[in-house]
C-alpha cells in the first residue's frame, strides 16, 4: 500500500506490521509523543495522529520521542549514547543544552554529534534545539491563523518570532540529507528582518512585515530540500555587519554572497534592478526596457516585487511612472525612508 495520504498512513500504522518503517512518523496529540511505524506501543485513535515525514518535523511540532520505538530519521537501532542524551534532554527539555554539558555527563562530544547526526540527521544541539522551540511553539502556538497574524504585524521579540517560526516552517522536508538553511533575526533602524543563509551564501533577506512571508518560506524550503531552522553562520555575521553600515550610510552596496533563486527571466530582472545606482530611482517601464523586453512591464513588477532579498536587490528604487511611490511588499513607509537615506548619503 502506497502512504499517499493519511488515511493510508493511518492504516499502516494500524496494520502493525511488527516491523520497523522509518518511512514516515506519527505525533500523537492526545500523548505528545512521536513514533515510528510498528512501536509496539497502544495504537492511538484517529483523531490524534498527525504524520510527519521526518522526525525532526515531529520535534519541532513539539513531540517528543517514544521511549519504546526511539523513532529516528533513519533506519537503524538508537545507540546506547543516544539514549542517554535524549533522557537527558527529555528531563530538562527547556535547557539550552551545550556540547560542554555533555562532556560534564561524561560523554565525548565528537562521538555525540556524529551519531545524532547519523540516527536524526541532526547534531545533538540542533536536536535539543529544534525539541526546545518545538515545545516552546507548543504553548505560543494556537494555531496557523494566529501564527500567520503574528508575521504580518512583526515581531516584538526575537524569541517570539524564532518559537513561531519553527512551529510553521521549521519542519525537514522528507528524505532530505542536505545541511540545513540558518534563519536568523537582524535588527534594524527600520524594524527587525530576517535572513536565511546557509555557510556559504544569503538566501533571503526580508522585512518581518512583509507579506506572505509564509508562502517565501515555503518555497525556498521545498525548492531546495532543506530545513530552515532558527541559527546563524558567518554569513548571517557578514550581512548584519553591512546591514549596519548601509544604515548608518557609510556603504552604497553590499558584497555578501547571494544564491540566485530565480527563475532565469527572474534572475535577469534582479541583475537589472542591481544597477540601478544607489540613491536613484526609475519606472517599471525603464527596468523592462533594461532587460530587452519593454513589454514585460507586468511579469517585471512581479519579478521585483518577488525578490526575496529586501535592500540588496534594490526594489525599493523601482518608483510609479509618474513619479509616485508606486508599491513596496514591506511597506511603503520603509520604501520612502530607503529613498530618502540614499538621497542623503548618496556619495
Ligand atoms: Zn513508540
Given at each position: 500500500m502506497r502512504a499517499n495520504n493519511d488515511a493510508d498512513r493511518y492504516e499502516i500504522l494500524a496494520a502493525r506490521s511488527g516491523e520497523f518503517s522509518d518511512a514516515f512518523f506519527v505525533g500523537v496529540k492526545s500523548t505528545g509523543i512521536f513514533c515510528r511505524i510498528g512501536c509496539p506501543a497502544r495504537l492511538p485513535k484517529r483523531e490524534n495522529c498527525t504524520f510527519y515525514d521526518s522526525a525532526a518535523e515531529a520535534l519541532e511540532a513539539g513531540f517528543r520521542a517514544c521511549k519504546r520505538c526511539h523513532p529516528s530519521s533513519h533506519a537503524g537501532e538508537a545507540s546506547a549514547v543516544i539514549k542517554k542524551l535524549i533522557t537527558l534532554i527529555e528531563d530538562n527539555p527547556e535547557h539550552r543544552w551545550s556540547e560542554d554539558d555533555i562532556k560534564a555527563k561524561g560523554i565525548d562530544p565528537s562521538t555525540a554529534r556524529r551519531q545524532f547526526k547519523k540516527h536524526f540527521g541532526l547534531t545533538f544541539t540542533q536536536y535539543a534545539r529544534a525539541r526546545r522551540l518545538g515545545a516552546a511553539a507548543k504553548t505560543l502556538a494556537k494555531g496557523d491563523t494566529v501564527i500567520n497574524a503574528q508575521l504580518n504585524a512583526g515581531y516584538e521579540s526575537a524569541s517570539g518570532f524564532r518559537a513561531a517560526f519553527a512551529k510553521t516552517f521549521g519542519a525537514a522536508p522528507a528524505k532530505s540529507d542536505a545541511s540545513p538553511f540558518f534563519i536568523e533575526w537582524l535588527t534594524t533602524p527600520l524594524g527587525p528582518m530576517f535572513a536565511v543563509c546557509d555557510e556559504t551564501h544569503l538566501y533571503m533577506l526580508e522585512f518581518t512585515t512583509r507579506k506572505n512571508m509564509d508562502r517565501g518560506f515555503e518555497k525556498l524550503r521545498k525548492k531546495h530540500k532543506r530545513a530552515v531552522i532558527p541559527g546563524r553562520t558567518s554569513v548571517t555575521d557578514q550581512i548584519e555587519g553591512e546591514l549596519k553600515s548601509y544604515f548608518a550610510g557609510t556603504i552604497s552596496t553590499f558584497k555578501t554572497p547571494l544564491a540566485p533563486t530565480g527563475t532565469e527571466f527572474q534572475n535577469q530582472v534582479w541583475k537589472a534592478l542591481q544597477?540601478?545606482?544607489?540613491g536613484q530611482s526609475c519606472a517599471y517601464t525603464d527596468l523592462a526596457i533594461a532587460i530587452g523586453n519593454e513589454k514585460a512591464v507586468r511579469a517585471v513588477a512581479s519579478s521585483n516585487a518577488n525578490n526575496g532579498l529586501a535592500l540588496i536587490i534594490p526594489c525599493h528604487r523601482v518608483i510609479a511612472k509618474g513619479g509616485g511611490l508606486g508599491g513596496y511588499a514591506g511597506g511603503l513607509d520603509k520604501k520612502q525612508w530607503l529613498l530618502d537615506h540614499e538621497k542623503l548619503h548618496k556619495p
Open positions: 544597477d540601478i545606482p544607489y
